[in-house]
């Protein structure tokens, strides 16, 4: 079989993990017989000053001729005196998602056996560890609902925002939160805000009529506010966490902050095609970029996704995980997630690369 | 001078609570030579059990007739099965709030000496400490933006919700940010999600007009999703958080939660006449009401900040905080603060009340 990957490096350290997130394909390409083939756009950042957009039409036309996309990051302090919506992250993403309608995106976080450590949370909360899985819906809501503007004058100009969602948008979400949970712990929290927002009474009422046809999990609803504090608390009882696009956005950092290695978190987007975007989960981090000392796993990861997900290469996808597994409990590790006193044995970015490779 | 409070107990540990604030207030009124009048009102769930409504039209009167409310804490699992709008919550907060225009909500947590190890956070991270205000405007956004409601039908219909904000809604709650402020370590960060919401884009240009009448205090932005991690990792650097109603939801539940001591947060929500209603923080913890174990300081604090902030008068509210941090500092802790080990040393509801009433 042959499949074509769109490649979209972007800012940052984003090449650099790139690059290692190549390393490891090829070698799964030689032991899977695959060919894959590849081809690089320019986004965010370095496509507004090559070609003046954060998303040019020629990267979007790239996107389109392939089976996936495998996203690096966009952004830096280059780019930040740009309007927040000319900036690299806004203006390359949303219209990303919104012209794949990649309602979808997959958000996992668990706590890595050997680094609990590393969680801001007290060390008897984890100890306990947790392994949650976001289920964000990622085209619709307050993102994408129209109006949206300014209007008036003076001190009475006002600007507005619109939440909106429909039985159908919320249906298609949380069918993915229901079939994921099945495959997992078997609970659903979804989150929302019905003592609030019509949105969310909607939200409930449509999820608990999915519900219905998955009755061998369990559902429960709670509170963003509430849900923000209890993942603080217990993050071990929540399994598949079902959210709109905003409160996943909320949820999904604080969950990937709780693991307290970003640099291990990858993202998956989907639509309902299975065409998919595949990204790491931390940001561009200029603060280290082109020192070498990034780590590639997340973006590693994000090839595994993209290998399942889109190419329905679950052999495939699952050697890549095993691999990083092995990186990982051998103690294998960027400077990040290495205390500073043996940072001396931590690992540069190609290092962990080959590693993951040649473990393939 | 003499005063009138409208005090509105509400359910769950609410009136034990309350009781134990008014045993601290007859003798804050003995110390300063205060003539105190309270006048007492259903709210809540015991007002839809008495009346048929959370907010009865006796309980709005008798509030319009007071300098100031205390509320106590209203919900709990008999009224569950109502809708999430109709609920004890809902019901009763918006309506206060919308009513008497309080849209000035300000949530001040910070991390007790002592009481460190209450923190769900990793101990060298709460032991640098924290002392965060959120300041939240209340009476905007998408809680009371029009429209709201649903259209359509079958898998088509919608629902949708308005957030919406003018520049004066906004400058006003910034200008109470940046005053408060110069009196703590003058440095204001402002929550947004200007990289999707116009509101934000707004609420960003106003905040920065707004902070050039402060030149002292030092303004920073941060996303919603960035500030819900970075408190994670360093509360410490935070001092004034200014947030939109919704986002101020959150952050406030947040900051509260990494205090581990909820029993022990208060709060003020004010309108531009300095009438204001004032609370705890937690619930109404059905789980332990009637037990005589809830902790009362939220409500104790919750009455002193009514005495600065609605009868300004200042000395007496200084008295009740150096009363409440005199009993918290002699280890006089009710259960929820103590290791399961020395529960026995643990005070009951009304000795708490007792020892800071004495300490007057
Ligand atoms: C950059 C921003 C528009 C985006 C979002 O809010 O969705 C980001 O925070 C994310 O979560 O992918
Ligand atoms: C009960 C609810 C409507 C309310 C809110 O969302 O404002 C509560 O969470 C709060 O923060 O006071």
Redesign the interface.
Known sequence: MSYQIAVLAGDGIGPEVMAEARKVLVEVEKRFELNIEYSEFDVGGIAIDNHGSPLPAATLKGCEAADAILFGSVGGPKWEHL???E?P??GAL?PLRGHFDLFCNLRPARLHLGLEHM?????D??ARGFDVLCVRELTGG??F?KP???Q?E???????????????EI?RIARIAFEAAQGRSKKVTSVD????????????EVVEGVAKDYPDVELEHIY???A??QL??RPNEFDVMLCSN?FG??I???I???TGSMGLLSSASLNSDGFGMYEPAGGSAPDIAGQGIANPVAQILSAALLLRHSLQLEDAASAIERAVSKALSSGYLTGELIDADKRDQAKTTSEMGDFIANAI
């Open positions: 309007a927040p919506n900036q992250e806004r949303l969680s801001p949370l007290r060390s909360i984890s307050i993102y609902g949206k503007g300014r008036g003076g001190q009475d100009e006002q600007a507005f925002d619109t939440m909106r969602y429909s039985r159908r249906e805000k019905a003592n609030v927002l019509a949105c969310s009474v909607l939200w409930r963003i506010d509430n923000t504090m603080l608390r905003l956005d909320i999904s950092d604080e990937a902050m709780l």
